[in-house]
């Protein structure tokens, strides 16, 4: 259930970035430091919530859990990368933001996708986190 928030911010903050571009308006600057700073947020408590549950899941599927969780470990830290480009001292967004902020945010929605990828694979084809019917 935690995954949800991260996703949807690692997928909204580079959006940002193509409209701010795209129509020169800063609010769009300013709205993907906050939802870079919220996915930045989600992304460690659904990593902290995975830390827990990683013996289950390489239990069912060992060398995939691992992928995933490096992936998306991966994509955590990219988009932290972008969130801290973002803002100044003050913790105030930059506007524009900087372009390897941008490219961080770009990449950590790319490794996601593989991540997730891996993600449902645990789920969905190996089971874990499902209960079995008894």
């Not at 961080?104 to 991540?115: Q, Y």
């Amino acid at each position: 259930m935690l995954v949800h928030l991260p996703v949807a911010c690692w997928t909204l903050t580079p959006l940002c970035d193509a409209l701010a571009i795209g129509l020169g308006q800063d609010v769009f600057w300013r709205a993907g430091a906050i939802i870079a700073a919220f996915g930045a947020v989600g992304g460690a408590l659904a990593a902290t919530a995975g830390a827990m549950d990683l013996p289950r899941a390489q239990a069912k599927a060992a060398k995939l859990a691992l992928v995933h969780a490096s992936l998306m470990g991966t994509a955590w830290t990219l988009a932290v990368i972008g969130l801290l480009g973002r803002v100044d001292q003050t913790y105030v967004a930059l506007s524009p933001a900087p372009w390897w902020a941008i490219t961080a945010s770009g990449a950590a929605l790319l490794v996601m996708i593989a991540g997730a990828w891996c993600g449902g694979e645990l789920v969905y084809g190996r089971g874990v986190g499902v209960r079995e019917r008894s």
